[in-house]
C-alpha cells in the first residue's frame, strides 16, 4: 500500500485515492487516512470513495462510511446521498435506503431533492417492493415534489416489473401529450420488459416508434432486440435488425453487440456467419471479452469443429485473455465428443494446473470416456473426484451409472448405487432409469422392480424414463399381467404414462394376441386426451397381421384414413406383408400403386415385401415388373431383394435366370448368405446335374 504523508491534505489523498486501479485498495487507503491524528475527510473525498465501492460485494462499507460521515459531522452534496442510495439499490437494501433517506438532514446536513426522491423511488423498484413504491410516488405530491423525467423513467420501470406493458406504452403516449420527451432510457426499459416476456412484435413496434419520434435507438436497444430475435430463434428478424444496425450512421456496434451475433448464430448453427462476425470484429479492432471467445469455442465444438475452437483458445492465450473454467469445459467436451482421448487428458492437465476443475468438468470428462468406451479412465477419474472430496452430484452418478451400464458393467453400477446411498448422497432419476433398464434388457425385472420401490423410499419421484423400460422388460419376458400391474402403479403414484408407455403394452398384448386388451388400452389413450401415434397403430396392425385378422388390420387401417392421419411407410409396410400373407395380392399391389397417391414413398422393404408376395403366388412375371420399378426408382437391390427373386425365379422354373441373377448380385458386391446358398443348391438337386444349365 502507498506510504501516505504527513501531514496529509485531502487534496493529496484525492488524487492517491484516483490512482488506486483495486477498490479495495482504495478503501484500505482510504482507512488508513482516516486513522491519522488531525486529519478529516471532506466531501469529495467521501463521494470519490462511495462511488469506487458501489458494488453489492464491498456494500457493507458503504453503510460504515455514512456513520463516518456522521461523526465527522461532514457537511456533504446531495450527490453524495445518492451514491449511497443508488449503492443500496443496486444490493436490493431498500430498508436502509429509507433510513438514509429519512436521516439525510442529521447525517449529510442537505435536503432531499427530486434526484433522491427518484433514487429511493427505484431502491423500492430493484427490491421489487412495487406497491411500497407506487404509495412513495404519491407522497411527492403532498411535500410539493414535482416528478421530472427521471421520475416517470421509474414509473415505466414499474409497468414493465408489474408486466403491464399496455400501461407502459400509455405512459410513453402521455409523456408525448405533454411535450415531457422520453429518452432512450424511457424506451429501452419497454422494449427491454417486452422482449423479455416474449412479446417481440410489440418491442418491434416501440422500437420502430423511436425513428418516427425523431428519436435514435442507442446499441443496448439494438443489442436487446437482436439478442430477443435469435433466443427466439427467428434468424431473418434478428439479422434484419443488425443490417439497420450497421447500415446507420449514428450508432455503431459495441463488444455486447458482436457477443450477441456470435453466440446467436452459432446457437443456431450458422457457424460460417459466426466466424465471419469474427473476423469483422477483429477488423474493426473491436476488443473482444471472454464472452466473446467463449461463445465461439462452445459454437464450434458443437458442431464437431475442434480444431476451429482450438484456433480459438490459442488466439485467446495469445491475446491474455483470462481462460475461465466454462471455456475450458466447452472445450473438454468437444475433445470427447470428437473422440481425441490424448488431447483431453492433456487440457485435463492443464486445467488442472490452472485450478480449474469443477464438478461439471468432471461429469463431461466421465461422460465423454464412457462414450469413447474408456472404462478404466472414466473409473480413473471417478476415484480421483472422489479422493480429493470435491463432492459429486446427482448429475455425476447419472453420468457414472449410465456409463456403467451401457458399457456392460451393470453389477459395478449397482454397487455404485448401493454405495451412494449409503453414503447419503442425492440421486436423480437418471440414474435410477439407467439402471432399471440395464436390469430390465437382462431379463432381471424383479430386481428392476425392486429399484424402483427403492426409489420410491428415498423421495425420488418416479418418471417414465423409468417406468417405460420396466413395463418394456416385463412384456419381454412375456410377464404381461405383471406389466398391466406395474402400469396402473405408475398412475397412483403420480408419474403419467406417456404414449411410449402405452406402446409398450400394445405391443405385447398383440404379440400374444390379446387384441381386445390392446383395443382397450388405444380407448383408454383416447379417454384420456392421448392422441395414439402411427407407432400405436403400426403396432396394433402388426399384431393382427400377425395374428392373421387381416380384416380386422384392414379396418384399422380405414380408421387411421378416417382420422385424418397419414401412415408412413412403415404402416404401409405392415400392411403389405398382412395383405401377401393372406393371400391378397391384389390388394396388395393397391395399396402399392396408392403410395405415391398419398405422398408416401416405397421404399426398398416395400419392393422386398410385395416381390415376396407375388412369387408366393406364382405372380412371376409381376414380380420381375416390380423389381424393374425397384431399379427405376434408384433403389440399390440387398441380399434380401437377391434371395427373394432367386428364390422366386427357381420356384418358377426359371433356374437359370436365377443363377445369372445371383452372378449380378456377385458383380454389384453383394455377398451371398447360407440363406442365398441353400436356395440355389435345392433348386439344382430339384433340377439335375448342373450340365443341363446349359
Same mark, same amino acid.
Given at each position: 500500500?502507498?506510504?501516505?504523508?504527513?501531514?496529509?491534505?485531502?487534496?493529496?489523498?484525492?488524487?492517491?485515492?484516483?490512482?488506486?486501479?483495486?477498490?479495495?485498495?482504495?478503501?484500505?487507503?482510504?482507512?488508513?487516512?482516516?486513522?491519522?491524528?488531525?486529519?478529516?475527510?471532506?466531501?469529495?473525498?467521501?463521494?470519490? /470513495?462511495?462511488?469506487?465501492?458501489?458494488?453489492?460485494?464491498?456494500?457493507?462499507?458503504?453503510?460504515?462510511?455514512?456513520?463516518?460521515?456522521?461523526?465527522?459531522?461532514?457537511?456533504?452534496?446531495?450527490?453524495?446521498?445518492?451514491?449511497?442510495?443508488?449503492?443500496?439499490?443496486?444490493?436490493?437494501?431498500?430498508?436502509?435506503?429509507?433510513?438514509?433517506?429519512?436521516?439525510?438532514?442529521?447525517?449529510?446536513?442537505?435536503?432531499?431533492?427530486?434526484?433522491?426522491?427518484?433514487?429511493?423511488?427505484?431502491?423500492?423498484?430493484?427490491?421489487?417492493?412495487?406497491?411500497?413504491?407506487?404509495?412513495?410516488?404519491?407522497?411527492?405530491?403532498?411535500?410539493?415534489?414535482?416528478?421530472?423525467?427521471?421520475?416517470?423513467?421509474?414509473?415505466?420501470?414499474?409497468?414493465?416489473?408489474?408486466?403491464?406493458?399496455?400501461?407502459?406504452?400509455?405512459?410513453?403516449?402521455?409523456?408525448?401529450?405533454?411535450?415531457?420527451?422520453?429518452?432512450?432510457?424511457?424506451?429501452?426499459?419497454?422494449?427491454?420488459?417486452?422482449?423479455?416476456?416474449?412479446?417481440?412484435?410489440?418491442?418491434?413496434?416501440?422500437?420502430?416508434?423511436?425513428?418516427?419520434?425523431?428519436?435514435?435507438?442507442?446499441?443496448?436497444?439494438?443489442?436487446?432486440?437482436?439478442?430477443?430475435?435469435?433466443?427466439?430463434?427467428?434468424?431473418?428478424?434478428?439479422?434484419?435488425?443488425?443490417?439497420?444496425?450497421?447500415?446507420?450512421?449514428?450508432?455503431?456496434?459495441?463488444?455486447?453487440?458482436?457477443?450477441?451475433?456470435?453466440?446467436?448464430?452459432?446457437?443456431?448453427?450458422?457457424?460460417?456467419?459466426?466466424?465471419?462476425?469474427?473476423?469483422?470484429?477483429?477488423?474493426?479492432?473491436?476488443?473482444?471479452?471472454?464472452?466473446?471467445?467463449?461463445?465461439?469455442?462452445?459454437?464450434?465444438?458443437?458442431?464437431?469443429?475442434?480444431?476451429?475452437?482450438?484456433?480459438?483458445?490459442?488466439?485467446?492465450?495469445?491475446?491474455?485473455?483470462?481462460?475461465?473454467?466454462?471455456?475450458?469445459?466447452?472445450?473438454?467436451?468437444?475433445?470427447?465428443?470428437?473422440?481425441?482421448?490424448?488431447?483431453?487428458?492433456?487440457?485435463?492437465?492443464?486445467?488442472?494446473?490452472?485450478?480449474?476443475?469443477?464438478?461439471?468438468?468432471?461429469? /463431461?470428462? /466421465?461422460?465423454?470416456?464412457?462414450?469413447?468406451?474408456?472404462?478404466?479412465?472414466?473409473?480413473?477419474?471417478?476415484?480421483?473426484?472422489?479422493?480429493?472430496?470435491?463432492?459429486?452430484?446427482?448429475?455425476?452418478?447419472?453420468?457414472?451409472?449410465?456409463?456403467?451400464?451401457?458399457?456392460?458393467?451393470?453389477?459395478?453400477?449397482?454397487?455404485?448405487?448401493?454405495?451412494?446411498?449409503?453414503?447419503?448422497?442425492?440421486?436423480?432419476?437418471?440414474?435410477?432409469?439407467?439402471?432399471?433398464?440395464?436390469?430390465?434388457?437382462?431379463?432381471?425385472?424383479?430386481?428392476?422392480?425392486?429399484?424402483?420401490?427403492?426409489?420410491?423410499?428415498?423421495?425420488?419421484?418416479?418418471?417414465?424414463?423409468?417406468?417405460?423400460?420396466?413395463?418394456?422388460?416385463?412384456?419381454?419376458?412375456?410377464?404381461?399381467?405383471?406389466?398391466?400391474?406395474?402400469?396402473?402403479?405408475?398412475?397412483?403414484?403420480?408419474?403419467?404414462?406417456?404414449?411410449?408407455?402405452?406402446?409398450?403394452?400394445?405391443?405385447?398384448?398383440?404379440?400374444?394376441?390379446?387384441?381386445?386388451?390392446?383395443?382397450?388400452?388405444?380407448?383408454?389413450?383416447?379417454?384420456?386426451?392421448?392422441?395414439?401415434?402411427?407407432?400405436?397403430?403400426?403396432?396394433?396392425?402388426?399384431?393382427?397381421?400377425?395374428?392373421?385378422?387381416?380384416?380386422?388390420?384392414?379396418?384399422?387401417?380405414?380408421?387411421?384414413?378416417?382420422?385424418?392421419?397419414?401412415?408412413?411407410?412403415?404402416?404401409?409396410?405392415?400392411?403389405?406383408?398382412?395383405?401377401?400373407?393372406?393371400?391378397?395380392?391384389?390388394?396388395?399391389?393397391?395399396?402399392?400403386?396408392?403410395?405415391?397417391?398419398?405422398?408416401?414413398?416405397?421404399?426398398?422393404?416395400?419392393?422386398?415385401?410385395?416381390?415376396?408376395?407375388?412369387?408366393?403366388?406364382?405372380?412371376?412375371?409381376?414380380?420381375?415388373?416390380?423389381?424393374?420399378?425397384?431399379?427405376?426408382?434408384?433403389?440399390?437391390?440387398?441380399?434380401?431383394?437377391?434371395?427373394?427373386?432367386?428364390?422366386?425365379?427357381?420356384?418358377?422354373?426359371?433356374?437359370?435366370?436365377?443363377?445369372?441373377?445371383?452372378?449380378?448380385?456377385?458383380?454389384?458386391?453383394?455377398?451371398?448368405?447360407?440363406?442365398?446358398?441353400?436356395?440355389?443348391?435345392?433348386?439344382?438337386?430339384?433340377?439335375?446335374?448342373?450340365?443341363?444349365?446349359?
Amino acid at each position: 500500500m502507498v506510504e501516505l504523508p504527513n501531514p496529509l491534505s485531502a487534496r493529496q489523498l484525492f488524487k492517491l485515492l484516483k490512482a488506486e486501479k483495486s477498490p479495495k485498495s482504495a478503501l484500505a487507503l482510504f482507512d488508513s487516512a482516516s486513522r491519522q491524528p488531525g486529519y478529516t475527510h471532506s466531501p469529495h473525498i467521501f463521494l470519490l /470513495i462511495l462511488r469506487r465501492i458501489s458494488d453489492p460485494k464491498l456494500v457493507v462499507h458503504v453503510t460504515r462510511i455514512v456513520e463516518l460521515i456522521k461523526t465527522q459531522k461532514c457537511k456533504c452534496t446531495e450527490d453524495v446521498v445518492l451514491t449511497v442510495l443508488k449503492a443500496y439499490a443496486k444490493s436490493k437494501m431498500p430498508n436502509e435506503a429509507l433510513d438514509c433517506f429519512q436521516k439525510m438532514e442529521e447525517i449529510f446536513g442537505c435536503k432531499p431533492g427530486i434526484r433522491s426522491y427518484n433514487a429511493l423511488l427505484n431502491a423500492f423498484i430493484e427490491a421489487n417492493l412495487l406497491d411500497k413504491a407506487e404509495s412513495f410516488l404519491a407522497y411527492f405530491e403532498t411535500v410539493g415534489i414535482l416528478p421530472n423525467l427521471q421520475t416517470y423513467n421509474i414509473l415505466i420501470k414499474i409497468s414493465v416489473k408489474k408486466r403491464q406493458f399496455v400501461e407502459a406504452k400509455g405512459l410513453l403516449d402521455w409523456m408525448w401529450s405533454k411535450d415531457l420527451k422520453p429518452d432512450v432510457y424511457s424506451y429501452g426499459t419497454v422494449i427491454n420488459g417486452m422482449v423479455k416476456s416474449g412479446d417481440l412484435a410489440s418491442a418491434l413496434e416501440v422500437f420502430d416508434e423511436m425513428f418516427e419520434r425523431g428519436l435514435v435507438p442507442d446499441v443496448m436497444c439494438y443489442n436487446i432486440m437482436i439478442d430477443g430475435f435469435f433466443k427466439r430463434g427467428d434468424y431473418v428478424q434478428g439479422k434484419e435488425i443488425w443490417e439497420r444496425l450497421v447500415k446507420g450512421s449514428c450508432v455503431y456496434p459495441n463488444v455486447v453487440t458482436y457477443n450477441v451475433m456470435i453466440n446467436g448464430l452459432c446457437k443456431m448453427g450458422r457457424f460460417d456467419e459466426s466466424l465471419e462476425m469474427w473476423e469483422r470484429m477483429k477488423k474493426n479492432e473491436c476488443e473482444m471479452d471472454l464472452f466473446t471467445y467463449s461463445s465461439l469455442i462452445c459454437g464450434l465444438c458443437d458442431v464437431g469443429n475442434v480444431d476451429g475452437a482450438v484456433e480459438v483458445y490459442k488466439e485467446m492465450v495469445k491475446r491474455s485473455v483470462v481462460v475461465d473454467v466454462v471455456t475450458y469445459n466447452a472445450l473438454l467436451n468437444g475433445f470427447c465428443r470428437a473422440g481425441k482421448i490424448k488431447e483431453s487428458f492433456e487440457l485435463w492437465v492443464m486445467m488442472g494446473k490452472e485450478n480449474c476443475h469443477n464438478v461439471v468438468s468432471y461429469n /463431461i470428462f /466421465i461422460r465423454g470416456l464412457f462414450e469413447n468406451r474408456k472404462v478404466e479412465e472414466a473409473i480413473s477419474v471417478w476415484e480421483l473426484l472422489r479422493r480429493r472430496g470435491s463432492g459429486a452430484d446427482s448429475t455425476t452418478y447419472g453420468v457414472l451409472i449410465h456409463g456403467l451400464c451401457k458399457n456392460g458393467h451393470l453389477n459395478k453400477a449397482l454397487k455404485i448405487l448401493k454405495e451412494a446411498k449409503d453414503g447419503g448422497d442425492k440421486m436423480d432419476a437418471f440414474a435410477y432409469s439407467s439402471i432399471v433398464d440395464g436390469l430390465s434388457k437382462q431379463g432381471r425385472v424383479d430386481e428392476a422392480l425392486g429399484i424402483v420401490h427403492q426409489m420410491d423410499k428415498y423421495g425420488c419421484e418416479l418418471s417414465p424414463h423409468v417406468c417405460n423400460p420396466l413395463i418394456n422388460g416385463f412384456v419381454r419376458a412375456s410377464k404381461l399381467e405383471e406389466a398391466i400391474c406395474f402400469f396402473r402403479e405408475m398412475e397412483s403414484k403420480g408419474c403419467s404414462p406417456t404414449v411410449v408407455s402405452y406402446n409398450t403394452l400394445i405391443n405385447g398384448l398383440c404379440k400374444a394376441e390379446r387384441f381386445s386388451d390392446a383395443y382397450s388400452f388405444v380407448k383408454e389413450m383416447l379417454e384420456k386426451d392421448w392422441k395414439p401415434d402411427m407407432i400405436t397403430y403400426s403396432l396394433l396392425m402388426d399384431g393382427l397381421c400377425q395374428g392373421k385378422k387381416i380384416d380386422m388390420a384392414l379396418n384399422l387401417w380405414h380408421q387411421v384414413l378416417v382420422k385424418g392421419l397419414e401412415p408412413d411407410v412403415t404402416m404401409h409396410n405392415i400392411l403389405m406383408h398382412g395383405l401377401c400373407s393372406a393371400g391378397k395380392i391384389e390388394d396388395a399391389l393397391l395399396l402399392y400403386s396408392n403410395m405415391k397417391q398419398s405422398n408416401c414413398l416405397p421404399n426398398l422393404v416395400t419392393h422386398n415385401t410385395l416381390m415376396d408376395g407375388l412369387y408366393k403366388a406364382r405372380e412371376c412375371e409381376m414380380a420381375s415388373v416390380i423389381w424393374a420399378c425397384m431399379i427405376k426408382n434408384g433403389f440399390q437391390p440387398d441380399i434380401i431383394s437377391y434371395n427373394i427373386t432367386i428364390k422366386g425365379l427357381c420356384s418358377c422354373g426359371r433356374i437359370s435366370d436365377g443363377i445369372a441373377l445371383f452372378d449380378d448380385a456377385l458383380k454389384h458386391g453383394i455377398l451371398p448368405t447360407s440363406i442365398t446358398w441353400y436356395i440355389l443348391v435345392r433348386a439344382v438337386l430339384k433340377l439335375g446335374p448342373l450340365d443341363s444349365l446349359s
